[in-house]
């Protein structure tokens, strides 16, 4: 096996004030260990757990599959240790990952240089320098520390694995809370590379805050369109874009065939590349029938959140001659941005006609477009 990860999720935790040890705790749609597993997943991936987080790791993990979990020591040390030894047992690497999992974010530039400075080292760890001015606390308070030469240290840190398990299983000094220490004690060389303020550790309760936040400035844009068209008839009660709309005439199908919520669902299913809104809800079934189209819209909604997504805006474009949609249209807007769980200036509804061409033109149908924008992990 060329590489492995070893994420370190052997914490309790207390630091961060949360109900369960941070490892565990929630980021946007994720576990703080699922990210780093994702962040991962290009190799096979061993986690070392505290004893009793068996369950806690299987409901953070979901569906993703890794190579192994070790239940940790006494120290940071020990836990990684008893890591090393678990991938041996599993057939051994050319070179380790050994990972926080209370870094969650981490960019993939860091992991190509890792792997670059692996080519010519023993060892490489990122490193970022510290750009506070650093003092002693209490009664030295205010004497300054020389900070040249300071750096922070983070990981991932990698290195060649049959030598780090020969350090670990050498190492004789007080508990190492840091691999490259004891690689450097081994004589292994470890290189350098440029670390990132995304990969900084959580720690304390407002940590969560600023790695949502950071989590939030990577989400990519996607937009996607949808399109709708259902045929008006006599007497039926007519839905629009959510509203009720007195007309002579309703339009017909299968659900209450609400031609605006089923262009901007199939716009938003569009983002995720889920399909559009008959593989979700088949006509052939007879469970839709006459069916509130609010059901799925929410269901496209859903669908975005559980992929740690958000929506941005909406834009629904009707094609009718009658009725007159201006009237309708703020009480439309409110209903989607309800549907939608956004503010009303995040729902656009316009109108216009066919100048009394086409099926639309003769009052035969309304059709509907809609273009729908969100935000997405990169990786959704
Ligand atoms: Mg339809």
Request: charged share 20%; aromatic share 4%.
């Amino acid at each position: 096996m060329e590489s492995v990860a070893l994420i370190m999720a052997a914490g309790r935790g207390e630091r961060a004030g949360g109900e369960c040890p941070k490892q565990f705790a929630m980021l946007g749609s994720r576990a703080l260990v699922a990210h780093a597993v994702d962040a991962l997943a290009a190799m096979p991936t061993y986690v070392v757990i505290a004893e009793g987080q068996r369950d806690a790791l299987a409901t953070a993990l979901g569906d993703r599959q890794v190579a192994g979990v070790t239940i940790g020591g006494a120290t940071r040390q020990d836990s990684v240790r008893r890591g090393l030894q678990a991938i041996a047992a599993g057939g051994g690497a050319r070179n380790v990952f050994v990972h926080d999992a209370a870094r969650p974010l981490l960019p993939a530039h860091v992991l190509a240089a890792l792997s670059r400075a692996l080519e010519t080292n023993a060892g490489a760890v990122p490193v970022l320098p510290v750009a506070d001015s650093v003092a002693r606390a209490g009664d030295a308070l205010g004497a300054p520390v020389d900070r040249t030469g300071l750096v922070r240290v983070q990981t991932p840190q990698a290195f060649d694995f049959a030598a780090l398990l020969a350090a670990h299983a050498s190492w004789s000094g007080d508990p190492a809370t840091d691999d490259a220490q004891v690689a450097r004690a081994a004589g292994m060389t470890v290189a350098t590379v440029a670390g990132d303020p995304l990969l900084d550790k959580i720690t304390h309760p407002d940590d969560f805050a600023r790695a949502e936040a950071m989590l939030a400035a990577r989400l990519v844009s996607r937009s996607a369109s949808g399109f709708d068209v259902h045929r008006l008839e006599p007497g039926l009660p007519l839905w629009l874009g959510g509203v009720m709309v007195p007309h002579t005439h309703g339009l017909s199908g299968h659900s209450d065939a609400d031609v605006a919520l089923h262009a901007l669902t199939d716009a938003l299913l569009g983002t995720i590349g889920e399909g559009d809104i008959g593989s979700h809800f088949p006509p052939s079934d007879e469970q839709w029938r006459g069916a509130a189209s609010h059901r799925f819209l929410e269901h496209a909604r859903d669908l975005i959140l559980a992929r740690g997504g958000r929506i941005d805006h909406v834009d629904v474009t009707l094609i009718c001659e009658a009725p007159k949609i201006g009237p309708y249209r703020d009480i439309m807007r409110s209903a989607i941005a309800t549907l939608l769980r956004l503010p009303v200036r995040s729902v656009s509804v316009k109108a216009t006609t066919s100048e009394r061409l086409g099926f639309t033109g003769r009052g035969e149908g309304i059709a509907a477009q809609a273009i729908a924008t969100v935000r997405l992990p990169e990786d959704f």
